[in-house]
């Protein structure tokens, strides 16, 4: 299934299709399919996620109207304000309080509102949701526990609308990070990370929430956790990312084709506890790799999936694992075009990594 | 029609502060006034207190400083609707908090301190930068991100600084500036200036933790902070009482007393802002809640309307609008003409017109700004381009 991307901006259409901007509507259906943008995706999960588990909760920041993205529509007029209710501003209070929640056996959804505000939560993810079934000798745990959290770029956040906070997470053994890059990857992602028996932070790139649109199943589905996917497949060089990167990088790979580079491109989908045995089968084909991701690149993810792939593939790369990932600034207003890792900076990495 | 004599100096007649009565933008008064002339007028409302006896309702003030009020919130709410207009047009991109309704608030405190003073604010902060002696052009060339931007264009309408007039900003993480201002107010202390400061947050900062450690540990230490919460009654689009079990944010604060403030009457901001002053300076910190409201919604993609209806806004407007009091004080008191405050108005639109039109002479920054200052100047820390090999830059 394609994965069509509307043209705004920096982001050119690579499908058959282009939308109009009445994004307003939550179903887009033509030609009686089911075509729906990411935040109707994430929406339906969340319907089923409820549906199906009637000790289910989901509860953050002005979620009760639907949320800023649209995400939590229709779920508390059908589940009633006991399931579904907004919280008071306390990212700290909103985290404690979910694990609270979830370590007696409930499964709690919570949202933060933007990523760039879960860092007054991370003493709470961090030091009590990753370690609860560990220091308890597996009396307790939070595995009901899954944080939602709209990431990333967006054209115009500016400093605390845009960042990419994953890579803080995937330090911490005991959570799992999953960032889903498409509608339909969204809602099988979110329905398993949420049945997932461990503490799972999703994070959702917002760029996409009206952007994406794909065919979504309307039925109960999962995606598996911890399985990367190739999305392409090539013979010349290995691209790994996530989330809305991915089109980028799906754009950089067309173009690489034209010059005769042919681009393997692999979606990660969960980030701990990633999957290396596909990309050390990929990269042992193709000699070489590129991982490219928004946040900045000292410390970013990119450095542990180099640093692994480096020590699983020593001799059979062809040249150094290059890293595409935004700038060591903060994210910033005005110039964020530059601070991007944009479709042209891959290029270049590609064409330099296949003539090392 | 009152005659009035020449004002000879400027500075207040009634008050035993040391504030100056300073017009934020300097024009020549259309009237002529006795130097000595004080009017006292009655607040809207009394004070309410919190563990402490409120001060009297009757402040007094001058006409000079009345017109400057007239004047000064003209402006702001100027500039806040020609920053409306702007964003529309897609000259300023990103957030934009206005704060069009809430301007008695900026403009009465200011009235009450002095610039040694330090103010603290979170991101509806264009007007609390223009009562701080901040200009026009520099507040439209941020918004715009331009280079004359008062932080450099590479902050934005959330971020914008004085460093001069003691303004700490202009923070977007809610609740963030509140310890930041305690911890002003801990360096004022140590230093015996003097000096207060004024740590300003809304009703939807008011229920996150990190507040009610720095009120703690502010207590605990005598610091000479006065908590700011302009209440305008909507966290985005929650209502108060849907977000705090106690809406009486004077009272939050327990040991720490606490004063109820009607924020839209600028002369129960000054009298409020100059009794927390002095109560700082010796008593430790005080909490003061603003009654306020915002016409516009929470930023400009928020329509104001879907959480609360339109009687409710133009209903402040009519009876609680800022302006508007000034102006029916002005008149009551024969101190101007409507004309002649028309008149200022449209001086006031004239220089927001002029003031943009400037702003957007201004370039965009240079692109070597995006590594400027992450860290101090000279610290060089060496970034690759793509190739990892020659290409190279290493941040100033």
């Known amino acids: ?356 | 029609m009152a005659l009035l004599r020449r004002l000879v100096s400027s500075s207040s007649s009634s008050s035993s502060s040391s504030a100056l009565l300073r017009p934020i933008l300097t024009s020549p008064l259309s009237r002529p006034f006795s130097s000595d002339q004080t009017l006292t007028i009655e607040t809207s409302v009394p004070f309410t207190g919190h563990k402490i006896e409120p001060p009297s309702r009757s402040v007094d003030t001058s006409p000079a400083e009345l017109l400057s009020f007239f004047r000064d919130m003209s402006l702001m709410r100027r500039m806040e609707i020609a920053a409306d207009s702007l964003y529309k047009a897609k000259l300023i991109r990103g957030f934009c908090h206005l704060y069009d309704g809430q301007e008695a608030a900026a403009v009465g405190m200011e009235a009450a301190i002095t610039k040694k003073d330090s103010i603290i604010t979170a991101y509806r902060d264009h007007c609390t930068f223009l009562a701080r002696g901040g200009t026009l052009v520099e507040a439209f060339a941020e918004l715009m991100g331009r280079r004359n931007g008062c932080s450099d264009g590479k902050g934005g309408s959330m971020h914008f600084y004085k460093k001069d007039a003691r303004f700490y900003g202009g923070h977007g993480i809610v609740g963030a500036q509140v310890p930041l201002g305690c911890g002003v107010a801990f360096a004022h202390k140590y230093l015996k200036e003097g000096a207060v400061t004024f740590a300003l947050y809304g009703d939807g900062a008011a229920n996150q933790g990190q507040l009610f450690e720095a009120l703690n540990i502010s207590a605990l230490w005598d610091l000479p902070v006065i908590l700011i919460c302009e209440n305008n009654h909507y966290g985005m689009g929650t209502a108060e009482w849907r977000a705090a079990k106690s809406p009486a944010y004077y009272k939050r604060g327990d040991y720490v007393p606490g004063l109820k403030v009607d924020g839209m009457d600028v002369l129960a901001v000054k009298q409020a802002c100059k009794f927390a002053k002095e109560h700082a300076l010796a008593n430790g910190p005080i909490i003061l809640e603003m009654d306020t409201y915002r016409y516009h919604g929470h930023s400009m993609s928020d329509p104001g309307s879907t959480y609360r209806t339109r009687d409710e806004i133009s209903g402040v407007r009519q009876e609680r609008d800022p302006i508007e009091r000034v102006r029916k004080l002005i008149l009551a008191h024969e101190l101007a003409t409507a004309s002649e405050l028309k008149d200022t108005e449209k001086e006031v639109r004239k220089e927001v017109d002029d003031a943009i039109a400037q702003a957007k002479e201004s370039p965009m920054p240079d692109p070597s700004e995006l590594f400027t200052n992450v860290y101090v100047k000279g610290f060089g820390v060496e970034s690759f381009g793509a190739d990892r090999k020659e290409v190279k830059a290493v941040l100033p």
């Not at chain 1, 990370?193 to 199943?217: G, Q």
């Not at chain 1, 090539?234 to 980028?248: F, K, M, N, P, R």
């Open chain 1, 1 to 356: 299934m394609s994965t069509i991307f509307r043209v705004l901006g920096r982001r050119v259409s690579i499908g058959k299709r282009s939308f109009s901007t009445s994004g307003e509507a939550e179903k887009l259906p033509r030609e009686g399919k089911n075509l729906v943008n990411l935040f109707t995706a994430i929406n339906q999960a969340l319907h089923i996620a409820l549906e199906t588990d009637p000790r289910a909760y989901v509860f953050g920041e002005d979620v009760s109207f639907g949320g800023v993205f649209r995400c939590t529509t229709g779920l508390a007029d059908r589940f009633g304000r006991d399931r579904v209710f907004n919280t008071p501003l306390c990212e700290q209070g909103i985290a404690g309080f979910a694990i609270g929640l979830a370590a007696m056996d409930n499964r709690a959804i919570a949202e933060i509102q933007f990523a760039d505000y879960i860092y007054p939560a991370f003493d709470q993810i961090v030091n009590e949701a990753a370690k609860f079934r560990y220091r308890s000798g597996n009396q307790f745990n939070c595995g009901g526990l899954t944080i939602r959290s709209p990431y990333g770029a967006v054209g115009h956040g500016g400093h605390y609308h845009s960042q990419s906070p994953e890579s803080f997470f995937c330090h911490v053994p005991g959570l799992k990070v999953v960032i889903p890059r498409s509608p339909r990857q969204a809602k099988g992602l979110l329905l398993a990370s949420i049945r997932d028996p461990n503490p799972v932070i999703f994070f959702e790139p917002k760029w996409l929430y009206r952007l994406a649109v794909e065919e979504v199943p309307e039925e109960d589905y999962m995606l598996p956790l911890s399985e990367a996917e190739v999305i392409r497949k090539g013979s010349d060089i290995t691209l790994v990312g996530w989330g809305a990167q991915l089109s980028i990088l799906e754009q950089a790979c067309e173009e690489a084709a034209k010059e005769g580079i042919s681009c393997e491109l692999i979606d990660l989908k969960t980030l701990i506890p990633w999957d290396k045995e596909t990309v050390e089968a990929s990269v042992k084909k193709t000699g070489r790799l590129i991982v490219s991701h928004e946040a900045p690149v000292t410390g970013g993810f990119g450095a542990e999936i180099s640093a692994s792939i480096i020590e699983r593939c020593f001799l059979r790369l062809e040249a150094p694992v290059a890293r595409i990932c935004g700038l060591d600034t903060p994210f910033p207003l005005v110039f964020e075009p530059f601070y991007m890792p944009t479709k042209n900076k891959i290029l270049d990495a590609i064409r330099a990594t296949v003539n090392y």
